[in-house]
T-cell receptor, first 115, second 111 residues
């Protein structure tokens, strides 16, 4: 009965490859997020997706693209991977109550290593 | 966008001591003030939150206080235990769907 799940847990790949990370939530939440956590533990929001509206952090390179087939899924596609993309990527979800003021439920994280 | 700062970045205490972590924010429209705990190798999890119409909230050994005028809120942990060792993040929100997390405070509780 996992609330927010991600696959894969670990991902090791070569520079220049394209990869995807999948995220699913079974909480019935209407907003999902992707975060990047670097080696210094800094949690940076990359995207949020609410009721088919995508909100992008403008500092995220366009090599990163989120795709939401339905309300319960938000996948992350990364093209032309670079060494600096190595990090832990967390998916999260929340049930917004008229303005983003809700607890975030995080997935277990995907550790991406680019060689 | 929201400018969020957490202090200190590292906090080392003896078991049984109290710990206080402060979070300052810039957006006066922020109305939700959560604290998340991330243990080593695990996901961040909410431990306590407060909304703008409340000045203080307590849950057993942890409490959060809010000063909206000064735009800061603090996490208080009393009678610290080794299992409190973790990284703590604040993430004030105003409903923009772009949460901004502080840079984290690494709390180390020595037995």
């Amino acid at each position: 009965d996992t609330a927010v799940s991600q696959t894969p847990k670990y991902l090791v790949t070569q520079m220049g490859n394209d990869k995807s990370i999948k995220c699913e939530q079974n909480l019935g939440h209407d907003t999902m997020y992707w975060y990047k956590q670097d080696s210094k533990k800094f949690l940076k929001i990359m995207f949020s997706y609410n009721n088919k509206e995508l909100i992008i952090n403008e500092t995220v390179p366009n090599r990163f693209s989120p795709k939401s087939p339905d309300k319960a899924h938000l996948n992350l596609h990364i093209n032309s991977l670079e060494l600096g993309d190595s990090a832990v990527y967390f998916c999260a979800s929340s049930q917004e109550r008229g303005g983003g003021d809700a607890e975030q439920f995080f997935g277990p994280g995907t550790r991406l290593t680019v060689l | 966008g929201e400018n969020v700062e957490q202090h200190p970045s590292t906090l080392s205490v003896q078991e049984g001591d109290s710990a206080v972590i402060k979070c300052t924010y810039s957006d006066s429209a922020s109305n939700y003030f959560p604290w998340y705990k991330q243990e080593l190798g695990k996901r961040p999890q909410l431990i306590i939150d407060i909304r703008s119409n409340v000045g203080e909230k307590k849950d057993q050994r942890i409490a959060v206080t809010l000063n909206k005028t000064a735009k800061h809120f603090s996490l208080h942990i009393t009678e610290t235990q080794p299992e409190d060792s973790a990284v703590y993040f604040c993430a004030p929100e105003r409903g923009s769907y772009i949460p901004t997390f502080g840079r984290g405070t690494s709390l180390i509780v020595h037995p």
